[in-house]
């Protein structure tokens, strides 16, 4: 497929560009949590599919402790994922992201590089260490 690339100011054509094929779906990344899998009878996998289950480790105890991730609503331990729920408030728990959807909360996307993001120990939020304002040495 082609479309071609006109200029405004006179509406006459001056390329044509050569467009890539669409994908059928976008690439799947791999996940920074581990997870485990497990197998459940039918009738099992229907009760325990209405109980929030850690996405770490499977189990649903210490529901205190969940929180849920604002983008993709898996839950997670707090003690799974590293995260200080006890230092949180409410509003910092509800906006909480898990490892596998962490931002930098100035620019709203993902860094290339992880080892350029801080995390704040009070709200577990992410910030890009190239965007901050004073800059830290």
């Known amino acids: 497929r082609t479309t071609e690339k006109k200029d405004l100011v006179a509406g006459s054509k001056v390329s044509t560009i050569r467009l890539p ?3 059928s779906q976008p ?11 497990i197998k459940l009878k039918s009738v099992d996998a229907f009760y325990c599919g209405w109980m929030d289950s850690c996405f770490v480790c499977a189990s649903s105890g210490a529901s205190d402790t969940m929180l849920f991730c604002v983008d993709c609503g898996e839950a997670f331990h707090s003690f799974c994922v590293n995260a200080p729920i006890h230092s949180m408030d409410i509003s910092s728990a509800a906006g909480w ?21 801080l995390f704040c120990e009070m709200c577990d939020r992410g910030f890009s260490l190239d965007l901050l304002d004073p800059p830290l040495l």
């Not at 690439?27 to 899998?37: E, K, L, N, R």
């Open 97 to 117: 992201r898990c490892p596998n959807c962490k931002i930098c909360e100035i620019s709203g996307e993902t860094p290339q590089d992880e080892l350029k993001m």
């Open 21 to 23: 094929d669409l994908r």
């Open 27 to 37: 690439p799947d990344q791999a996940s920074c949590v581990p997870c485990q899998a």
